[in-house]
């Protein structure tokens, strides 16, 4: 699976994003699709997930109420929707996909995209 995350962008805190990522190769409707990000100096870290049929989704306890996961299977697209964004949602976000799930930790995931940065001023 090739993952290509894009969307990102500088936006105002109080703002909205909506980042995609956009899938190629093995069925997309099969995998379960994640958003993960790395903060400037941290680690790589669970942002959300949905599985194959979007019945399950996770969300990280950060963004919980503030951002929505989603897919459209018949464009091969996972979004994530980004709302009353903040100064500590600033990062890059990677998109990436597993095989089971769904998964809060990133080593249950097999494939990953290049990631797309947000930046959110005060």
């Known amino acids: 699976v090739q993952l290509q995350a894009s969307g990102g962008g500088l936006v105002q805190t109080g703002g909205s994003l909506r980042l995609s990522c956009a899938a190629s190769?093995?069925?997309?409707?099969?995998?379960?699709m994640g958003w993960f990000r790395r903060a400037p100096g941290q680690g790589r870290k669970f942002v959300a997930t949905i599985n194959w049929s979007g019945s399950t989704i996770y969300y990280a306890d950060s963004v919980e109420g503030r951002f929505t996961i989603s897919r459209d299977n018949a464009k091969s697209t996972v979004y994530l929707q980004m709302n009353s964004l903040k100064a500590e949602d600033t990062a890059v976000y990677y998109c990436a996909a597993a095989r089971a799930g769904p998964y809060t930790t990133e080593e249950e995931y097999d494939y990953w995209g290049r990631g797309t940065q947000v930046t959110v001023s005060s």
């Open positions: 190769g093995r069925t997309f409707s099969s995998v379960v």
